[in-house]
C-alpha cells in the first residue's frame, strides 16, 4: 500500500517535471538524489547528488517544447514504488539518434522512486 504522502510527493515531481519546473523538482529531492536512466536493460545516464541532477534536468528542459508523463498505475515493491507511465514529448532540437526538431516521441515505460525522509532519494527511469 502507498501512502497518501508518498503519492502526494510523487504527483508534485511529475506534474513539476510536465511544467519543466526544475525548481519545483528539485524541492522534493533528498540531497543525495540518485537518478538512473535505464534504456533497453543498460544505464545510459547515472546523476549523483543534487548538483548533477540538476544540471541534467536543466539541460533536458532544451531539448524539449513540451513533455508529459502521465501516471497509469502505482505500485509497493519492498521499499520502493514502482510507477507505470505514459510519455509523450516534442523535440525542440535535432538529436544525434536521428530525430529531428518538432517529431513527437511516444513510449511506455516505468519508474521507480525511492523515498527517504520525506524527500525522493531515487528515481529510476526505465524504457
Request: net charge negative; proline share 2%.
Amino acid at each position: 500500500m502507498i501512502c497518501s504522502e508518498t503519492k502526494e510527493i510523487i504527483d508534485t515531481y511529475v506534474e513539476a517535471y510536465n511544467s519543466f519546473d526544475v525548481p519545483g523538482m528539485i524541492k522534493l529531492l533528498h540531497k543525495d538524489i540518485l537518478f538512473r536512466n535505464i534504456s533497453n536493460g543498460e544505464i545510459d545516464m547515472e546523476t549523483h547528488g543534487i548538483h548533477e541532477f540538476r544540471k541534467l534536468a536543466e539541460k533536458s528542459t532544451k531539448i524539449f517544447s513540451s513533455r508529459r508523463q502521465t501516471i497509469i498505475d502505482c505500485n509497493a515493491i519492498d521499499d520502493k514504488i514502482e510507477v507505470i507511465i505514459d510519455y509523450e514529448g516534442i523535440l525542440a532540437v535535432d538529436l544525434p539518434n536521428g530525430l529531428n526538431r518538432g517529431d513527437k516521441m511516444q513510449l511506455k515505460g516505468k519508474s521507480v522512486y525511492g523515498i527517504q525522509e520525506g524527500k525522493i532519494l531515487l528515481i529510476e527511469d526505465y524504457s
